[in-house]
């Protein structure tokens, strides 16, 4: 045989020694495959790297659990198999384990240091793998050692986007009709039948949805009703939008059809997204039954071409019941033309519009994930119209206290000018549906668009504290300020939303800590926004970083919302920081600075001599005074210029005109000084200077928050705006 190296000296390639390397590792992991454990011991004795892996991730040790030998795994980690190593899908060993439902191993990984919580990059855990292969005692055990009953799968954002992963053990239990687990799970061990996935399919959902229709089976039925039993949501569709009722019609469970009608919370003539009836579902596979408790329950017959359908499959019986219970009149929705205002939404509302749908009153909507327009803890905010109007619906259950929160909060504040609308609302078996104005896009998605720059920040800010204020005025807080309850309409203009956490002011006499609540929610929201959403709301810093614009003025105003002040009430707080220095434009600034250095006592009174005799100097040139020094900051020439003054007669300085001080006073009085002086002037100066204004604020950016928090609570105030 010919020799693998040219010489006797030249070195194996690295390549050689990978495929060798990968050989050694199917051959070691083929014998635990085989449990041939003297194979194993030999191949490990030559050399073999016990944590080696074949193709999919997999190691001896992952392979040694699979097929169940306790005694090869032993040896394994013996040998120094690591007893956390993950597969290419990230399941280790004690993920695995759970599969395999091997209680001995599971007890042996968690000595090892594996979490019980852990799970793989599809999100499962052992508990919920155990779960869905059955293993009853080790879901037991598992339970015992304190796994999450409910913990729904966890993903990557990319995976939640597609609405993947959220599924609870429970659901893959019901899915693969385990009776004894599912009951254990929900009886014993607090299972929530009401948890949804991130398609918002709960348990039930998943015991109706077998994909193949042979797996359907007794169990899945039984398991459908227990749940029912068990107050299960019968409101809840699968991915392609079918009801509870339409998927018991699907999978001709009479049993299941009749007991979620028995509940009197579904509308029996919804719809999936093909716009398909549990009545044309069951005249479709022509189940004469469920056809007849359907038809009798008052199901409509004057949709979908029902008697077409059931004459195409001769179905003399269907066809008799359908006579029956047909309706002359056509009472289907008329098509119109129609243009939707909303830009971003147009598609989604046109798709809706040119559905049928059962009314709900005035209420045309559809809860199907491709029309969502939010999660909530209920049923989520989804797209509809209104009396013909496009509008966003939330979905509340009849009497739950967060319900009754947003509708009398929207009720009573009906003439606002920035909260969002309320439009009406409808009541439907358990559900309440609360119909508000349609926007555009939440605060923090628009700070995610790559055009964010259409709004400044001081411009949004401004409009959030106008409708914290206004809110307050009806006698409300929001409690629950965030970036995802500002919303943007169609035109930009922005409203404050979601009133289901608010309290009235006067409830429990606590009307100041629920204002403060408010204050300090709000300034998180200043940060948030002045760094244009570049930190998500959860992870701000502290303090206002020094690269963001007017930092000092924004940390000034979020201190000042989140820290009694001692001078005001907390009611009157926010009405006075909406005339906070941050949100006053160039001029404004300027003739404040002007206006305080052309009080008399700064025009013609020294610091050296009157500043204990004068309020206003007292006030300004205190100790620490930050613009000692502010010669150095400008030009020679530009102070130089404005004294001593000279007689204009004489051309000679006038008598006892001092120098400008160093001091903040002195710095003002220069400011005043060259706004009224600056058209005499020679052009030199003019040009050096430019716009006076410029000028100032642009060499002195903290002047004027210094002197407003100087005098913000001193009768000179009266030169702040609405200082009334």
């Known amino acids: 045989m010919e020799s693998q190296f040219s010489s006797p000296y030249q070195k194996p390639s690295e390549s050689y020694n990978k495929e060798m390397a990968t050989q ?43 097929k169940d030998m306790g005694e090869l795994v032993q040896f394994l980690l013996d040998k120094g198999a690591d007893p956390h190593a993950k597969k290419d899908n990230g399941a280790t060993p004690f993920i695995v ?17 594996s979490d019980i919580n852990e799970y793989d990059n599809n999100g499962f855990t052992a508990f919920m793998e155990a779960a869905w292969h059955g293993k009853e005692e080790a879901l037991r055990f598992l339970y015992d050692n304190g796994a999450d009953v409910n913990l729904g799968r966890v993903t990557d954002e990319e995976k939640k986007a597609l609405n993947k992963g959220g599924a609870t053990a429970l659901m ?38 077998v994909t193949e229709p042979r797996r359907w089976g007794e169990g899945n039925e039984t398991i459908a009703l227990f749940l029912l039993n068990n107050g299960a949501d019968v409101n809840k569709r699968d991915e392609n939008g079918k009801t509870t009722l339409i998927l018991a019609a699907e999978r001709e469970s009479q049993r299941l059809v009749e007991a979620i009608l028995e509940r009197n919370e579904v509308d029996i003539d919804d719809a999936d997204r093909n716009n398909k009836t549990a009545l044309m579902v069951a005249v479709e596979k022509t189940n004469c039954e469920i056809s007849k408790v359907l038809c009798e329950e008052g199901a409509r017959t004057d949709v979908g071409n029902l008697l077409e359908i059931a004459n195409s499959n001769y179905n003399t019986e269907l066809t008799e019941l359908l006579c029956k219970y047909c309706k002359p009149q056509n009472l289907s929705q008329p098509k119109t033309q129609w243009t939707p205002s909303s830009k971003h939404w147009r598609s989604k509302l046109q798709d809706l519009h040119g559905r049928y749908r059962p009314m709900i009153g005035k209420l045309k909507v559809f809860q199907y994930q491709d029309f969502r327009i939010k999660r909530t803890s209920q049923g989520g905010v989804y797209l509809g119209f209104y009396d013909g109007k496009e509008v966003a619906v939330k979905i509340f259950y009849v009497g739950a206290e967060n319900a009754v929160r947003e509708k009398t909060c929207l009720e009573k504040c009906h003439t606002s000018n920035n909260l969002v609308k309320l439009c009406g609302w409808e009541e439907q078996k358990t559900c309440l549906y609360v119909c508000l104005s349609l926007c555009e896009k939440n605060l923090e998605e628009y700070f995610q668009m790559a055009d964010n720059t259409a709004m400044e920040s001081k411009d949004v800010l401004k409009t959030i504290f106008l409708a914290v204020k206004e809110l307050h005025s009806f006698g409300f807080g929001h409690q629950d300020l965030h970036p995802s309850n500002i919303l943007i309409d169609v035109t930009g203009k922005i409203f404050l939303a979601d009133f289901d956490k608010s309290r009235e002011v006067a409830e429990d006499n606590r009307g100041d800590a629920i204002i403060s609540e408010d204050l300090q929610a709000l300034g998180r929201l200043v940060l948030y926004v002045a760094m244009k959403g570049k930190v998500s709301f959860e992870a701000l810093p502290m303090e206002c970083p020094e690269e963001v614009d007017n930092c000092m003025e924004v940390e000034d105003l979020r201190t000042s919302l989140g820290t009694p002040d001692k001078n005001n009430r907390v009611s009157g707080q926010l009405d006075r920081l909406i005339y906070h220095p941050y949100f006053w434009d160039k001029k404004t600034r300027y003739r404040v600075l002007r206006d305080v250095g052309n009080e008399s006592d700064i025009k013609t009174r020294n610091t050296k001599y009157h500043k204990n005799t004068s309020e206003i100097l007292e006030a300004l040139n205190h100790e620490g005074d930050p613009f000692k020094g502010w010669h150095d900051q400008i030009e020679k020439m530009v102070w130089e210029s404005m004294g001593p003054f000279r007689d204009k007669v004489n051309k000679k300085p006038e008598k006892n005109k001092q120098r400008y001080e160093d001091c903040v006073t002195g710095l003002l009085k220069l400011i005043r000084d060259m706004g009224e002086h600056f058209d005499e002037k020679d052009e030199e100066l003019k040009n050096k200077i430019g716009n006076p204004a410029d000028y100032f604020l642009t060499h002195f950016p903290n002047l004027t928050l210094y002197v407003y928090r100087s005098l913000c609570n001193t009768h000179y105030n009266k030169h702040f705006p609405n200082a009334q």
């Open 24 to 66: 050694k590792a199917e051959e070691l992991n083929n014998a635990v495959r085989f449990g041939s454990i003297e194979t194993v011991r030999k191949l490990l004795e030559e050399g073999t790297d016990v944590n080696s892996k074949v193709k999919g991730g997999w190691t001896p040790l992952h392979s040694a659990i699979q």
């Open 97 to 113: 384990a759970g599969i395999t439902g091997n209680v001995s191993l599971l007890k042996l990984f968690l000595e090892k240091g």
């Open 172 to 209: 893959d239990a019901a899915k693969q009709g385990h009776v004894a687990i599912v009951e254990a799970l929900v009886k014993e061990m607090e299972a929530d039948v009401n948890i949804c996935d991130n398609w918002g399919r709960n348990a039930l959902v998943h015991a109706l949805s």
